[in-house]
């Protein structure tokens, strides 16, 4: 097993050294080569294939091992006093934004490619969020402006934390109802705030320990154990292990980083995670590629063009629905952030999780994995130009 992963590292470490040096964003090269590699047969590569494709394999190193080190990666570096001045847009995109997404696209695939109630409201919380490991690994690639690029950054931390909220609430969701909508608001409310009520209290402790030590390597590992034990600790829970992180990452990057750390663990610390995120999205394309080449799109073909079309077109007016209301976003960014609402892992490794007894889960596959790949090799290629296009700087 361990042969296995460092085979895929080798792997995915190669095909990110070549789209730098043809200076592509190498999420879509490392989903091209999962693609390849998955549909090629290759004997030496075969049981890493199988072993690589599992569903638990994925769904357990994405969600688990590679998330937490990511978001708490992002969350460490963003920096608290431009999320507050960008609390207004961030809050309307993450919060307003992805429910209006979810409403959307739910509604027109129920109504338009007649899919359930149950798949309708399943796929919109799957589409309801951007990506943060897609967004944060292109949008950084890029040198956007500052206050741009943390919005951006801003909503795809805090939307997908709403958005597994949505999707845990629309895989038991079998009917509509005046008791079933107040249940789920109320299902809402408690995992969003037991999230930010854990994260918050172990990043505030965190901090005060770090106040006490004065050793970089401690500090490294006391961060670790903030990120995987929040995650944890709030799914046992049943909260937001999502939020919990993102949190208690922004409560010790500021707060800690101002009471305790000194400027060489500051320095390493982020070394230390700028190396583990960087190692994690580099395996998790790769490993979204081979997922993809074992999915089933045959006789789906108009249905996933459809969600294509449904997802992109909900996306672009959820965007400037919502930040109708915020006066201080120049009309030129909105299409980037709307085209840039990029799809990735987070969906995949929560479709995967659909029990194999509902009968809908193989086409929410089709349409999940369609979208995601039409995603990272349409528009993660294209958002430079549009950027062009746009003259933003």
């Not at 920096?79 to 027109?108: H, M, Y």
């Not at 309801?128 to 040198?143: C, E, H, N, R, Y």
């Not at 999707?167 to 005046?178: D, H």
């Not at 320990?209 to 944890?232: A, R």
């Amino acid at each position: 097993m361990v042969t296995y992963w460092v085979i895929l590292l080798a792997i995915a470490v190669g095909v990110v050294f070549i789209a730098e040096k043809m200076k592509q964003p190498y999420p879509t090269f490392l989903v091209v080569m999962g693609l390849i590699i998955g549909l090629i047969p290759i004997p030496a590569l075969g049981e890493i294939k199988s072993y690589a494709a599992n569903d638990t394999v994925f769904q357990t190193t994405v969600i688990f091992i590679f998330l937490s080190a990511l978001l708490g990666d992002a969350a460490l570096k963003l920096p608290f006093d431009e999320l507050k001045r960008n609390k207004k847009s961030i809050s309307l995109l993450a919060f307003l934004g992805t429910f209006l997404t979810f409403l959307l696209v739910a509604a027109s695939t129920y109504f338009f490619l007649h899919l359930s109630l149950q798949e309708a409201l399943i796929f919109g919380a799957l589409m309801a969020a951007t990506d943060p490991v897609s967004v944060l690994s292109i949008f950084k690639s890029m040198g956007l402006n500052k206050r741009l690029s943390i919005v951006v950054e801003g909503e795809s931390l805090a939307n997908d934390g709403v958005a597994v909220v949505l999707f845990q609430i629309a895989v038991v969701t079998t009917a509509l109802s005046l008791t079933g909508t107040l249940n789920a608001l109320l299902e809402f409310l408690k995992v969003v705030s037991g999230g930010i009520l854990i994260g918050g209290v172990f990043g505030l402790l965190a901090s005060r320990i770090t106040s006490k030590i004065d050793h970089y390597l401690v500090e490294t590992g006391l961060s670790m154990v903030l990120f995987y034990g929040t995650f944890q600790l709030a799914e046992h829970f049943d909260v937001s292990g999502v939020i919990s992180v993102v949190v208690g990452g922004v409560i010790l990057g500021t707060y800690g980083r101002n009471v305790g750390m000194s400027d060489l663990t500051h320095e390493k610390v982020n070394s230390f995670w700028e190396t583990i995120a960087f190692l994690s999205n580099a395996l998790i394309f790769l490993l979204v590629g081979l997922e993809v080449s074992r999915i089933d799109f045959l006789d789906k073909g108009w249905l996933i063009v459809g969600s294509i079309l449904i997802v992109l077109l909900a996306r672009f007016l959820a965007v400037y629905i919502s930040l109708a209301f915020d006066k201080s976003i120049p009309t030129s960014w909105k299409p980037i952030i709307s085209w840039g609402g990029l799809k990735g892992s987070l969906s995949i490794a929560l479709v995967l999780g659909i029990t194999p007894e509902f009968e809908g889960k193989n086409l929410l596959l089709a349409m999940t994995f369609s979208n995601v790949v039409f995603s990272l090799l349409v528009q993660g290629t294209t958002l430079k130009k549009l950027v062009s296009f746009l003259n933003v700087k």
